[in-house]
């Protein structure tokens, strides 16, 4: 059942929904990623956004997309500002605006209505982002199945504003996807009844594990505070004097690394860390490591993670979110340190850095339970999801 | 074919049916189907049934029994036969289904190919005005999980025992042949009971799938009502019978304890608390059926509930009605000392009766609670009414008795007492008080008799504070008591409502109603008798719910929550930092805590000392937790911890002297300089070396490096804990003070005697704790535990301390002090040679009391290090907390300076041999001191007064 089992023959037409359609970041490379998956299994697939985004935050997208796109507004729609008491209600300049916002908002779903309703049977919208929904709200979704989405886990959305909104503007759709299951049994007693969990696509998945020979500990991401790099180099301080041969090497870029290199030289690592840059050939990268190292203080469902055990590498993670549990299963395909404990970290690489046999064990191990992540298992569950909710 | 059937069972509910199938009809899943099966209902019911299945052809389908059954089990056997979907639920006529209900149930069921399916019930409570909802068993159902067979998880078998809120898969039904019993009351409970043991898999999904609507009239609480259970009970436990035989068939035992636990835990329980207004003939017949069923429970159950628990198992098996209803009277009030207890040979009982019994002697041993060293004015004591009368106008006469446990109100002690009537909603503080005419001592219980012109006096308003309780506010010489007055065998439904005039005038209402409330406590309700009354009463209860109401109660809302906050810690945190901090400094005025206010104890006391000795210009205040201060020195200034004062001494001080922290939202001014004398040498890492503090986000960070940064001056007694505490605090080396623990002076100044002199001299406190000069003295001191929350644990001896007494009692004085955050109760049997010294805030002169030291990880081994004698390390848990979550900065094993135990046994062996092994350890004590306390000399306390109070110019 797991092959276009719903819908007109030939397949469905299925709307992807986000913010914008080139906007940098995971939503976007995920909405290509699926877009493609599916015109491959033969659905026609429309890349929806609501608004352009300024030429520093565009993602560089291929030539020629096999799947159309389309942005409803030509410039940024004013800000919502919420006006409260009396005060608010006193504000006519910006009480107009909001109105001028609310027409304009109306018209886009208008838009998206004319595209919906020209949409056959069994025609599925999904939206990525929680702030896409407002429009979607607004529009005729009659005969439609739709899906809202979460692509951060659930103690993420509750930091910010986005934990109201999404039980406000998701509460209705056909299912609500988070990227876990713990995070969707979260969102469950927070009173959404409507939620299901899907995780998200593996990029690549080579035919065969790293050698793991190079004495190269990796570590890729953005250099900011959430990441952890400090942790991570208190963890180093720990382990490296036992490993004088072995090297930290850090893929990425970010604020935070002048502080970062500082705190290094502070512990006296100079010698053994790597400052490697941003990398666009990531495999590359890892292949060179025999051992991946991530210290995130919060994550949600972090591909760079599950990147490292496709390459087959050892892994060895704090446990921050669910997301990190749902991909990593202590002990069998790799190492798992109670977030903040940089001594149990450090102990984790330790092992992994003096024991060959383990590293092999745990990286073989992971290399092929990550498999659950390929590309054509998560299409084959998201076709089957899409038939599950015309029933 | 449908994927799920919902049979809908209905019995003369024509009023509500439509609801229930609308709830199916609604559902997101399209698929599924109602069958209505009808008991032969006398109202229309069956005429809905075929109207609904006339207008949904094909989605439902009416049936109607031959007769009605007098139950549930037959109308959803039918059903099953009916239904054609792959899954079935049950559905009741006046319950709903939630929206999502079957295609989560579906969802579930199809991924794992489970044969039951289970989601979370929940209550919905229909006279509550704002039909406020309960879920059934939350924890149950936290979280999704499948199970292989019921044994993985008994709790599920034992407590959701409905069968409503489950989707069966059809099938599996059939094949197993499962149907509900029939002519029996709680039928669920069976049914579900053998679901649950048949299924090859479960799922549990934590959504809500099923509405329980609830109706709890007040009328069914009444004695008449009750009378009926009886019939109930019979049933009940026939029910538990079969599901018992069932679990036996299977060889399930380990469900089977589980269960009898749950039924001493809960079961009895519910049927205990009424028990004292039924007549004796109910009870017997209670006890006969009740006592047959425990017969057959399973001892080791009694292992898994609480002492009161089992105490009213044990007494409902001797029908001891005497001292069974105190201990349910218990049971209902947690923490309630009911019962006058009794000692015997060093233990103390629930009650004196039945200790001839081996086994009564184990369960009514009651020594652990500590109801004989908890002081008495902090045990809650039960008092029962004992007679209610009244003039059928306002005055009642009440009389009744407080337990005296123990006999701990002396006989000669002065009693006073006063009636509290309290509304139960304050808004304001409202309560009314009446003197107590008779208060007299009579043996193992007070006795009082008060009366009380109620009805001239207590003024209700009349609207919102609708519930008065009734308190009975005793002193017994220096305690002050204050008790619920629990209602017993008195009766009060003949009792007179009293005419009472609220403020808001008798148009709103006019009576006071005596009444039980559900733990059995007396209390009085307002209620509308007058036409007038009752009229306004229909008026406001209308008004109350319309839309200006709802406008005036928000802002009285919002207005009581501003008066709230004033004096809230957001509004004080402000006042200091925008007025307090803005007056001048004072000259001289010196702000000392130690341990959050606590004690009056550590560094800080030894430098209040210090200038007091030397007679230094200054003005001490010391700050106090808690209601009232003890033991805290009489000549200086006490202010409460955040109380206005304390905020203004902090804001105006010239000097901050403590050893853990002032409040974190305090900001230091420049003008004070703060002097952290800390409280101990580290062992378990800290501060930023702690991986909590890692963990935290960036603005966690900066609060605490902002609190850490105040210190001006820190004080540390080695160089470990400059490359330790100093690291984890990032302190600046210029703020240590490398002069050592002016705590430990006195323990350097008695090892420089004592080296000197050659002996020994104990102090006074040897004198008041009565310790023989000829036996040793060891102190135990432990650190606390905290569990994976960090929540702190309580303390529980890790050996067995009678045993102790008894093998070393005549050698040794044991004195047992916990860590400030946990408290410890002694048996009596082990008075004289274990004492409990937790309530000396300073531990310094018990330290050079004791000959010895035990301890597990107490930062106390490195002071006392300082004395240079024996010590002994019981780390009976050494893996659980080296290996934590917080880590330590060494190996203990490697570097304590005495022999580590893990064993109680080998604790009492090592201390049997213990002057032979000691000596042996010398000299890793000196490297233990130079390393831990290099810089504790015996001035410090000296230094510092020097350096800041003294010298001129500073």
């Given at each position: 059942m797991s092959q276009q089992s719903g819908g007109a023959p030939g397949g469905r037409d299925i709307f992807l929904v986000s913010n914008s359609v080139d906007e940098l970041g995971g939503v976007t490379t995920w909405s290509h990623q699926m877009a493609r998956l599916f015109s491959e299994r033969g659905h026609r697939v429309q890349v929806i956004g609501i608004t352009p985004v300024a030429e520093e935050l565009?993602?560089?997208?291929?030539?020629?997309?096999?799947?159309?796109?389309?942005?409803?507004?030509?410039?940024?729609?004013?800000?919502?500002?919420?006006?409260?008491?009396?005060?608010?209600?006193?504000?006519?300049?910006?009480?107009?605006?909001?109105?001028?916002?609310?027409?304009?908002?109306?018209?886009?779903?208008?838009?998206?209505?004319?595209?919906?309703?020209?949409?056959?049977?069994?025609?599925?919208?999904?939206?990525?982002?929680?702030?896409?929904?407002?429009?979607?709200?607004?529009?005729?979704?009659?005969?439609?199945?739709?899906?809202?989405?979460?692509?951060?886990?659930?103690?993420?959305?509750?930091?910010?504003?986005?934990?109201?909104?999404?039980?406000?503007?998701?509460?209705?759709?056909?299912?609500?996807?988070?990227?876990?299951?713990?995070?969707?049994?979260?969102?469950?007693?927070?009173?959404?009844?409507?939620?299901?969990?899907?995780?998200?696509?593996?990029?690549?998945?080579?035919?065969?594990?790293?050698?793991?020979?190079?004495?190269?500990?990796?570590?890729?991401?953005?250099?900011?505070?959430?990441?952890?790099?400090?942790l991570l180099l208190d963890a180093w301080a720990d382990v490296a004097p036992r490993h004088p041969d072995w090297v930290l090497r850090i893929y990425g870029a970010g604020a935070e690394e002048p502080v970062l290199r500082a705190h290094c030289a502070s512990l006296g690592l100079s010698d053994s860390v790597e400052w490697r840059g941003s990398t666009d050939d990531v495999l590359g990268a890892l292949r060179e490591a025999s051992v991946f190292a991530q210290a995130s203080r919060a994550e949600g469902f972090p591909i760079t993670l599950l990147e490292a055990m496709a390459a087959g590498l050892a892994v060895a993670a704090f446990d921050c979110a669910p997301g990190v549990r749902e991909i990593v299963t202590h002990g069998e395909d790799g190492l798992l340190a109670r977030l903040g404990n940089t001594m149990e970290l450090a102990a984790h690489l330790d092992a992994l850095m003096s024991d060959r046999g383990l590293r092999d064990r745990l990286g073989d191990t992971g290399f092929r339970r990550v498999r659950r992540y390929s590309s054509a298992e998560i299409t084959d569950r998201w076709e089957a999801l899409m038939a599950f909710l015309e029933r | 074919m449908p994927d799920v059937s919902v049979v809908v069972i209905v019995y003369n509910d024509a009023e509500r049916l439509t609801a229930a199938v609308q709830s199916v009809l609604d559902q997101t899943l399209r698929g599924v189907e109602v069958v209505i099966v009808d008991d032969y209902s006398q109202d229309g019911s069956y005429a809905v049934a075929q109207g609904l299945e006339a207008a949904h052809p094909g989605r439902v389908r009416a049936f109607r029994l031959p007769e009605n059954s007098g139950g549930c089990g037959a109308p959803r056997n039918h059903g099953i036969r009916q239904a054609t979907g792959t899954y079935v639920m049950f559905l009741d006529s006046d319950d709903v289904l939630e929206r999502n209900a079957c295609r989560n149930m579906l969802a579930a069921a199809e991924r794992t190919g489970s044969d039951l399916v289970s989601g979370m019930c929940v209550r919905v409570h229909l006279d509550d005005r704002w039909h406020r909802t309960t879920e059934w068993y939350p924890w149950i159902?936290?979280?999704?999980?499948?199970?292989?067979?019921?044994?993985?998880?008994?709790?599920?078998?034992?407590?959701?025992?409905?069968?409503?809120?489950?989707?069966?898969?059809?099938?599996?039904?059939?094949?197993?042949?499962?149907?509900?019993?029939?002519?029996?009351?709680?039928?669920?409970?069976?049914f579900s009971a053998q679901a649950y043991v048949a299924a090859r898999r479960i799922t549990l999904i934590p959504n809500h799938v099923y509405f329980w609507n609830v109706v709890e009239k007040a009328s069914s609480k009444s004695i008449s009502n009750r009378r009926h259970e009886i019939a109930n009970f019979v049933h009940r436990m026939e029910i538990h019978r079969r599901v018992d035989e069932l679990l036996a068939a299977n060889g399930h035992t380990a469900l089977k304890t589980a269960k009898d636990t749950k039924f001493l835990k809960h079961d009895l329980v519910l049927h205990l608390r009424d028990l004292p207004l039924l007549s004796d003939a109910y009870r017997r017949e209670f006890a006969r059926l009740a006592n047959g069923y425990l017969a057959g429970i399973d001892p080791a159950a009694y292992e898994n509930v609480n002492h009161l628990q089992a105490i009213c198992a044990y007494l409902l098996g001797k029908e001891d009605w005497d001292n069974l209803l105190p201990a349910a009277d218990a049971m209902a009030n947690k923490g309630r000392l009911s019962s006058p207890l009794a000692e015997r040979d060093g233990r103390v009982y629930w009650c004196a009766e039945h200790l001839d019994d081996a086994e009564g002697r184990r369960i009514l041993d009651v020594t652990d609670q500590g109801f004989h060293t908890t002081p008495v004015s902090a045990l809650r004591l039960g008092n029962r009414l004992t007679s209610?009368?009244?003039?059928?106008?306002?005055?009642?006469?009440?009389?009744?008795?407080?337990?005296?446990?123990?006999?701990?109100?002396?006989?000669?002690?002065?009693?006073?007492?006063?009636?509290?009537?309290?509304?139960?909603?304050?808004?304001?503080?409202?309560?009314?008080?009446?003197?107590?005419?008779?208060?007299?001592?009579?043996?193992?219980?007070?006795?009082?008799?008060?009366?009380?012109d109620i009805g001239s006096t207590v003024r209700p308003l009349g609207i919102i504070d609708a519930v008065w309780d009734v308190r009975l506010k005793l002193t017994a010489g220096r305690d002050r008591i204050t008790t619920r007055v629990s209602v017993g065998g008195v009766d009060l439904e003949n009792a007179a409502r009293l005419r009472v005039r609220p403020r808001l005038t008798r148009l709103v209402s006019d009576r006071f109603a005596p009444e039980m409330t559900r733990k059995g406590n007396l209390s009085y309700v307002l209620t509308a008798q007058g036409a007038a009354a009752v009229r306004t009463r229909t008026?406001?209860?209308?008004?109350?719910?319309?839309?200006?109401?709802?406008?005036?109660?928000?802002?009285?809302?919002?207005?009581?929550?501003?008066?709230?906050?004033?004096?809230?810690?957001?509004?004080?945190?402000?006042?200091?930092?925008?007025?307090?901090?803005?007056?001048?400094?004072?000259?001289?005025?010196?702000?000392?805590?130690?341990?959050?206010?606590?004690?009056?104890?550590?560094?800080?006391?030894?430098?209040?000392?210090?200038?007091?000795?030397?007679?230094?210009?200054?003005?001490?205040?010391?700050?106090?937790?808690?209601?009232?201060?003890?033991?805290?020195?009489?000549?200086?200034?006490?202010?409460?911890?955040?109380?206005?004062?304390?905020?203004?001494a902090l804001a105006r001080a010239e000097y901050w002297v403590d050893n853990q922290g002032f409040p974190l939202a305090l900001a230091k001014r420049p003008g004070t300089t703060y002097i952290q004398t800390w409280h101990g040498s580290a062992l378990k890492r800290m501060g930023f070396h702690e991986p909590r503090t890692k963990a935290q986000g960036k603005e966690g960070q900066a609060r605490f490096q902002a609190a850490v940064d105040r210190f001006d001056h820190f004080l540390i007694r080695s160089e470990h804990d400059a490359r330790t505490l100093a690291k984890a605090f990032r302190l600046r080396d210029e703020v240590l003070l490398r002069t050592g623990y002016p705590r430990n002076d006195a323990l350097v100044a008695a090892q420089r005697e004592e080296a000197q002199s050659g002996e020994r001299v104990r102090g006074p406190l040897a004198t008041e704790l009565d310790i023989d000069p000829d036996k040793r003295v060891l102190l135990y001191a432990p650190t606390f535990r905290a569990g994976a929350d960090g929540a702190?644990?309580?303390?529980?001896?890790?050996?067995?301390?009678?045993?102790?007494?008894?093998?070393?009692?005549?050698?040794?004085?044991?004195?047992?002090?916990?860590?400030?955050?946990?408290?410890?109760?002694?048996?009596?049997?082990?008075?004289?040679?274990?004492?409990?010294?937790?309530?000396?805030?300073?531990?310094?002169?018990?330290?050079?009391?004791?000959?010895?030291?035990?301890?597990?990880?107490?930062?106390?081994?490195?002071?006392?290090?300082?004395?240079?004698?024996?010590?002994?390390?019981?780390?009976?848990?050494?893996?659980r907390y080296a290996t934590d979550i917080r880590g330590t900065?060494?190996?203990?094993?490697?570097?304590?300076?005495?022999?580590?135990?893990?064993?109680?046994?080998?604790?009492?062996?090592?201390?049997?041999?213990?002057?032979?092994?000691?000596?042996?350890?010398a000299e890793a004590r000196q490297r233990f001191l130079t390393e831990f306390g290099e810089y504790d000399r015996g001035d410090a306390a000296r230094q510092i007064v020097a350096k800041f109070f003294t010298r001129s110019g500073k």
């Open positions: 565009r993602q560089r997208l291929p030539q020629e997309l096999p799947y159309g796109t389309t942005t409803l507004y030509d410039a940024h729609p004013p800000q919502a500002r919420a006006l409260h008491g009396i005060k608010g209600r006193l504000n006519a300049p910006e009480r107009r605006r909001q109105a001028s916002r609310r027409a304009g908002m109306r018209a886009r779903a208008e838009k998206l209505s004319e595209l919906f309703r020209a949409a056959r049977p069994g025609a599925v919208v999904i939206v990525t982002q929680v702030w896409a929904m407002e429009w979607v709200a607004l529009a005729d979704t009659k005969g439609l199945t739709v899906i809202g989405m979460s692509h951060e886990s659930y103690e993420a959305s509750h930091k910010s504003s986005r934990a109201a909104r999404v039980r406000r503007h998701y509460r209705e759709v056909d299912r609500l996807l988070v990227l876990t299951e713990e995070d969707a049994d979260l969102w469950i007693r927070a009173g959404m009844e409507n939620v299901a969990s899907m995780p998200n696509p593996l990029p690549f998945m080579p035919d065969s594990p790293a050698p793991r020979t190079g004495k190269v500990v990796a570590s890729i991401g953005r250099l900011s505070f959430e990441k952890g790099l400090d | 159902y936290s979280r999704t999980r499948t199970l292989e067979s019921i044994t993985e998880y008994p709790d599920l078998l034992v407590y959701d025992t409905l069968s409503t809120n489950k989707c069966y898969r059809r099938a599996f039904l059939l094949e197993q042949g499962l149907e509900f019993p029939v002519g029996i009351h709680y039928e669920d409970l069976l209610y009368a009244d003039d059928g106008r306002g005055t009642i006469t009440l009389s009744g008795a407080v337990v005296n446990p123990l006999g701990r109100i002396a006989p000669g002690a002065g009693l006073k007492a006063s009636l509290e009537f309290r509304a139960r909603r304050q808004i304001g503080v409202r309560s009314f008080s009446f003197p107590v005419a008779t208060v007299r001592h009579a043996g193992d219980s007070i006795e009082w008799t008060a009366t009380a008026l406001i209860d209308s008004a109350m719910h319309g839309r200006t109401a709802g406008v005036v109660k928000r802002s009285l809302r919002r207005a009581l929550k501003a008066r709230r906050n004033l004096g809230s810690g957001e509004q004080k945190v402000k006042v200091y930092h925008e007025v307090f901090s803005k007056l001048p400094v004072r000259k001289g005025t010196v702000v000392f805590e130690s341990h959050m206010g606590k004690q009056y104890s550590d560094s800080p006391k030894a430098i209040y000392e210090e200038l007091v000795r030397q007679g230094a210009p200054f003005e001490a205040i010391w700050s106090y937790a808690g209601a009232r201060p003890t033991g805290f020195p009489p000549e200086a200034t006490l202010v409460k911890r955040w109380s206005w004062p304390y905020l203004r702190v644990e309580g303390f529980e001896f890790p050996f067995d301390v009678e045993e102790f007494a008894d093998r070393l009692g005549d050698r040794f004085t044991l004195l047992v002090r916990t860590h400030y955050l946990n408290s410890v109760s002694l048996p009596p049997s082990v008075a004289g040679r274990v004492i409990d010294v937790s309530r000396y805030h300073d531990i310094t002169p018990l330290l050079a009391l004791a000959d010895a030291l035990i301890t597990d990880y107490s930062s106390v081994m490195f002071d006392y290090a300082v004395l240079d004698r024996p010590m002994l390390f019981f780390a009976y848990d050494y893996e900065y060494f190996d203990l094993k490697e570097k304590a300076p005495g022999p580590v135990v893990a064993t109680a046994d080998e604790l009492l062996q090592a201390l049997a041999a213990f002057d032979e092994a000691d000596a042996k350890y």
